[in-house]
Nanobody, 125 residues
Framework: QVQLVESGGGLVQAGGSLRLSCAAS????????MGWFRQAPGKEREFVAG??????????YYADSVKGRFTISRDNAKNTVYLRMNSLKPEDSAVYYC????????????????WGQGTQVTVSS
């Protein structure tokens, strides 16, 4: 079993920054693919960013809507994955979830086995 706990959400003005954290407990975190997703009211859960092991390196992926503004990273020593969000826009407002799966990263939320409870991000204009 893997437990995921997100933190770092909050209210920020447009153009501001936030860093989300996702602390993981359980087995095999160091080799799991991790993803960040978000869900706004009335919308489907969408992929934001992912990080996966590619050989001996980590490879990152981003949705086009956040590319160049968001950065995903991980610290395996702390069993934590981060999402640094810069130049935030009102349309980034959503509940942000981290998720974990064995194997490679996927942008499909249905591919993930474990989910955190989510953290609210609200960007005011």
């Amino acid at each position: 079993q893997v437990q995921l706990v997100e933190s770092g959400g909050g209210l920020v003005q447009a153009g501001g920054s936030l860093r989300l954290s996702c602390a993981a407990s359980g087995r095999a975190f160091s080799t799991q693919a991790m993803g960040w997703f978000r869900q706004a009211p009335g919308k489907e859960r969408e992929f934001v960013a992912g990080i996966t092991l590619a050989g001996i390196n980590w490879k990152t992926y981003y949705a086009d809507s956040v590319k160049g503004r968001f950065t995903i990273s991980r610290d395996n020593a702390k069993n934590t994955v981060y999402l640094r969000m810069n130049s935030l826009k009102p349309e980034d407002s959503a509940v942000y979830y981290c998720a974990a799966r064995m194997g490679v990263m996927s942008s499909d939320p249905l591919a993930y086995d474990y989910w955190g409870q989510g953290t609210q991000v609200t960007v005011s204009s």
